[in-house]
Structures are given as structure tokens and as C-alpha cells.
């Protein structure tokens, strides 16, 4: 199959765009994006994201994960999406509505003189219930620094939704993580019946934190927006952060607030890479 697409990247965290409001959904779309993700056969990436029709937003968002699972959502893939379906003139909106499997968040444009603009995204409320996130063996409870055994060694575990479940770990150094061993084991911990993203942050201070993550689907990547916005809830809970401060990835640097309205804002870039046509050998 052959389709036109765009490649944008958000910190680091790169997307293939595809504009599929005409044709719908391609079929088989779990194999197709275990193709076009490969970095070595495909065009290479951390998700495919598809521009869909909606009945009740501007528009609709579905991405799916170099292993073909397909997540709720995403915040660097929803500043992506905005900036691809604006700057492809899709809409003259500057502020617009995209439904996602979390529900329908509404990014905004941030222009500024001479440089690249930016997107803003009201990410919506924190989920803290632990069924909710889901997490296993607390019910309505918070999980807020629960001890964790993985892999032999016990870690404080906070666990946020924010759409897709997120376990925030507070580590000394985040360089001394061994993220290929211990990501995959959180991942798939009897805890997290959903799998789960996992964060290892360490508190610079108040206003400022470092973060590496294990993406549920994806492995380590460059950043993670909706882990930016749990790592920065779980800090706030655990009385490390204000409710406003920059969240430093490997890929890049994310501003995140808990406003007084209970949502997370979200501002951080999203850049064009390059466009073309997938015309890949494909049994889709």
C-alpha cells in the first residue's frame, strides 16, 4: 500500500503523520505500524498517528505504538497532530478539539516572533484513583509512594493517569538507571493490568525536574508529554515540585502546570522532519 505522510518530532519523541479523514482507518493498522515504525525496513519512528474525522471534536486522533498496541494518547503525538493539521491548513483554528482515547483535549498554537511555534495543550485532570489508572490491590486508593518490588529491589511508586497509566519512580540520578532492565519489568508488573509508562525522575528543584522513561509499547524514548504531566502531579503530591515547573527529557524540555482548575497545561515544541509516500512492502 502506498500513502502519503509527514514526520514530525516533539523532544525527540518522533511521529508519522497520516492524513486519513478520506480513507479511515487502514486495515490491519497493528502490522502496518510495526512497518512503518522499524527504523531499519520502515520510515522509522515511535508511533503512527492518524488525522481522523470526528462527530463530536475538530477532529479525531488515533496513534499507535512501534509494537502495533495502540495507546490512549500521547503528548508529544497530540503537539504533533496540532502542529501538522494546522500548518497542512486542515484549520484556520489556532485553538481546535481533538477527541483521543483519553477523552477530548484541546491544544492551542503559541506563536512567537522568529521562532517555531509551539502548542499548548490543556491535557485535562489527573486520575489519582488507583482502579482508575488501573493499578491493582488499592481500589479507590491513591498510590502515593508505595514500595514496589521489581526485579528484586524495592522502589516508591506514585501512579497517575493522565489517559494512559503512568508509574512515577524519584531516583538520586536518572542516568543511573538501567532502563533497557528495569523498564520492561515495571511495564509489564502484576500491578499494571494495562501494562504501564514508566518515569524515573530526579528533583533538581522545585521548579525544575529531570526525566527518562520507559514508554509502555515503545521502549525508552527521547520524552514522554503525558509522563512529563504524571511526573510532575506525583512531585506535587510528594511535596518535591511546585505546581508549575519544567520537566527536562533526554529529547528536549517540556513546561508543565497543575492549574487551580485541576487541569495539566502542557507547552512544549513540535517540528516538521520531512514528508513523502510510504510505498513499503506490505501484506496490510
Same mark, same amino acid.
Given at each position: 500500500?502506498?500513502?502519503a505522510?509527514?514526520?514530525?518530532q516533539?523532544?525527540?519523541n518522533d511521529?508519522?503523520?497520516?492524513?486519513?479523514?478520506?480513507s479511515g482507518?487502514?486495515?490491519?493498522?497493528?502490522a502496518?505500524?510495526?512497518?512503518?515504525c522499524?527504523r531499519h525496513y520502515?520510515?522509522?519512528?515511535d508511533?503512527?498517528i492518524?488525522?481522523?474525522?470526528?462527530?463530536?471534536?475538530?477532529?479525531?486522533?488515533?496513534?499507535?505504538?512501534a509494537d502495533?498496541?495502540?495507546?490512549?494518547?500521547?503528548?508529544?503525538?497530540i503537539?504533533?497532530f496540532?502542529?501538522?493539521?494546522y500548518?497542512?491548513?486542515?484549520t484556520?483554528k489556532?485553538s481546535?478539539?481533538?477527541e483521543?482515547?483519553?477523552?477530548?483535549?484541546?491544544?492551542?498554537?503559541?506563536k512567537?516572533?522568529?521562532k517555531?511555534?509551539?502548542?499548548?495543550?490543556?491535557?485535562?485532570e489527573?486520575?489519582l484513583e488507583?482502579?482508575?489508572?488501573?493499578v491493582e490491590g488499592f481500589g479507590?486508593e491513591?498510590?502515593?509512594?508505595?514500595e514496589?518490588?521489581v526485579l528484586?529491589?524495592?522502589?516508591?511508586? @506514585?501512579?497517575v493517569?493522565?489517559?494512559? /497509566?503512568h508509574?512515577?519512580?524519584f531516583v538520586g540520578?536518572?542516568?543511573?538507571?538501567?532502563?533497557?532492565?528495569v523498564g520492561?519489568?515495571?511495564e509489564?508488573h502484576?500491578w499494571? /493490568?494495562?501494562? @504501564?509508562n514508566t518515569?524515573?525522575v530526579?528533583v533538581?528543584?522545585?521548579?525544575?525536574?529531570?526525566?527518562?522513561?520507559?514508554?509502555?509499547g515503545?521502549?525508552? @524514548?527521547?520524552?514522554?508529554? @503525558?509522563?512529563?504531566?504524571?511526573s510532575?502531579?506525583a512531585?506535587?503530591?510528594n511535596g518535591?515540585?511546585?505546581?508549575s515547573a519544567?520537566?527536562?527529557?533526554?529529547?528536549?524540555?517540556?513546561q508543565?502546570?497543575w492549574?487551580?482548575?485541576?487541569?495539566?497545561?502542557?507547552t512544549?515544541?513540535?517540528e516538521?522532519v520531512?514528508?513523502g509516500?510510504?510505498?513499503?512492502e506490505?501484506e496490510?
Open positions: 500500500m502506498a500513502f505522510f509527514t514526520k514530525w516533539g523532544c525527540g511521529f508519522v503523520l497520516v492524513d486519513a479523514r478520506k482507518l487502514f486495515a490491519n493498522v497493528a502496518l505500524s510495526k512497518q512503518v522499524d520502515g520510515i522509522g519512528a508511533g503512527l492518524f488525522v481522523l474525522s470526528s462527530s463530536v471534536a475538530d477532529f479525531c486522533m488515533r496513534i499507535f505504538n502495533g498496541s495502540e495507546a490512549e494518547m500521547c503528548g508529544n503525538g503537539r504533533c496540532a502542529r501538522f493539521v500548518d497542512e491548513g486542515m484556520g489556532e481546535f478539539s481533538v483521543t482515547g483519553a477523552g477530548i483535549l484541546v491544544p492551542r498554537i503559541v512567537e516572533d522568529g517555531q511555534p509551539c502548542v499548548e495543550v490543556d491535557m485535562g489527573p486520575v488507583a482502579k482508575r489508572i488501573p479507590e491513591r498510590v502515593i509512594a508505595k514496589i518490588e528484586g529491589k524495592t522502589y516508591q511508586a @506514585t501512579c493517569s493522565m489517559g494512559n /497509566p508509574c512515577v519512580v540520578d536518572v542516568d543511573d538507571v538501567a532502563m533497557e532492565t520492561p519489568a515495571f509489564r502484576a499494571f /493490568p494495562k501494562r @504501564t518515569e524515573f530526579a533538581q528543584d522545585r521548579t525544575h525536574l529531570r526525566m527518562r522513561v520507559w514508554e509502555r515503545a521502549a525508552v @524514548t527521547l520524552a514522554c508529554g @503525558t509522563g512529563a504531566c504524571a510532575l502531579v512531585a506535587v503530591l518535591l515540585a511546585e505546581r519544567e520537566v527536562e527529557l533526554d529529547g528536549g524540555r517540556l508543565i502546570a492549574n487551580d482548575n485541576n487541569h495539566i497545561y502542557m512544549g515544541p513540535a516538521r520531512f514528508s509516500v510510504y510505498e513499503g506490505s496490510c
